[in-house]
């Protein structure tokens, strides 16, 4: 008869295996899956921030509550680039090849990319960098928020 400790084992074992297919894992031991699970769990937390976060600014852009012109972008270090995601309520003429123009000003090879530029802004963009030097999630950060300021100003001067 199968002992009830190799009934546990086994459950064990089947868990362990289907957590690891979950988290695509491809370790062997059960620490080494624990461990990828756990990484997998804090991308998830990071998705699901980054989500609320974009929810929260659409939200307010359509109760009104955002009057001002006020784009919203995120960098997030990875191991050999950054994700940037930017969001504005606003597009205007050139913004895509403006932003473009920022990272490869900054040496940021563009791997992947969405965009939408109809009514309103969006690019989720997978940047690696060229050079391994050391580039600053923030310094992305302003350098996105500067091409969107240069852009909507000249967009505003030329309709005037």
Do not use: W
């Amino acid at each position: 008869m199968v002992s009830r400790e190799q009934h546990k084992r086994a459950a064990l074992h089947e868990k362990l295996q289907l957590l690891r297919s979950v988290t695509n894992s491809h370790a062997l031991n059960k620490k080494s899956i624990i461990v990828d699970a756990s990484e997998y769990i804090e991308g998830l937390k990071q998705k699901v921030e980054r989500l609320n976060r974009e929810i929260s600014y659409a939200r307010n852009i359509i109760s009104g509550e955002n009057n001002k012109y006020t784009p919203m972008v995120t960098v997030e270090p990875l191991e050999k680039g950054f994700l940037i995601n930017v969001y504005s309520q606003k597009s205007c003429p050139g913004l895509l090849v403006s932003i473009l123009e920022v990272f490869e000003d900054l040496g940021l090879n563009v791997l992947e990319a969405n965009a939408s530029c109809t009514e309103t802004f969006r690019l989720e963009a997978f940047g690696a960098e060229e050079v391994m030097e050391t580039l600053d999630a923030e310094v992305v950060k302003q350098a996105v928020h500067r091409a969107i300021k240069n852009c909507t100003e000249s967009d505003a001067d030329s309709e005037e």
